[in-house]
């Protein structure tokens, strides 16, 4: 299985298929609306506007696994976000991460790059950077800003431009 064969519904139950990003970097991040770390979705919105017309797609994969911290449904998550921290990158429905649940696209990428507790999720807000052939280039822990990983997005955007 590779990233670019999966596939996830929005939150109004749209297929996104993760090949349409082909020849793009991937930042997948699960969220969570009510956490202590949400003021994260600015900065990730940030980069979002900075990048978008380079090559960078964020997703927010909200998830409900941590403390209930994500209450919001998928018909009002993305409302939600925008009215609270202004975010306009593509949101998905409600998935789990962790468990015998666990999303495909968590599965594959827990897989592809286990973290300090192994192919788990630690908490709201783990990143993972997609490269533009589809391999996961790196995770990042939930205490991790965007910003800080904005060097590497940076350079991944940089080998798609050379294609």
Not at 59 to 84: A, D, M
């Given at each position: 299985m ?11 139950g ?7 990003f082909e020849?793009?970097?991937v930042l997948?991040v699960?969220?969570?609306?009510k956490?202590g770390?949400?003021?994260q ?8 506007q900075k ?10 994969f909200?998830s409900?696994?941590?403390?209930n ?10 409302e939600?976000?925008k009215?609270?921290?202004?975010v ?5 429905e409600?998935?789990?991460?962790n468990?015998e649940?666990?999303h495909?696209?968590f599965?594959?990428?827990?897989n592809?790059?286990?973290?300090t507790?192994?192919n788990?999720?630690?908490w709201?807000f783990?990143?993972?950077?997609v490269?533009l052939?589809g ?5 990042y822990a939930?205490?991790?800003k965007?910003a800080?990983?904005?060097e590497?997005?940076?350079?991944l955007i940089e080998q798609?431009?050379q294609i």
């Amino acid at each position: 299985m590779k990233f670019y064969d999966l596939e996830i519904n929005s939150p109004q139950g749209k297929k996104i298929k993760m090949s349409e990003f082909e020849n793009k970097v991937v930042l997948v991040v699960n969220t969570a609306t009510k956490c202590g770390l949400a003021p994260q979705f600015e900065e990730l919105e940030e980069l979002h506007q900075k990048y978008k017309n380079k090559n960078l797609v964020v997703l927010g994969f909200p998830s409900n696994q941590f403390l209930n911290q994500e209450p919001e449904t998928n018909e009002t998550v993305e409302e939600t976000c925008k009215i609270n921290h202004g975010v306009t990158f593509q949101l998905t429905e409600k998935i789990d991460v962790n468990g015998e649940n666990t999303h495909p696209v968590f599965s594959y990428l827990k897989n592809e790059l286990p973290g300090t507790f192994g192919n788990k999720i630690k908490w709201n807000f783990t990143k993972f950077l997609v490269g533009l052939d589809g391999k996961p280039y790196k995770r990042y822990a939930p205490t991790t800003k965007p910003a800080k990983m904005e060097e590497d997005i940076k350079n991944l955007i940089e080998q798609v431009q050379q294609i």
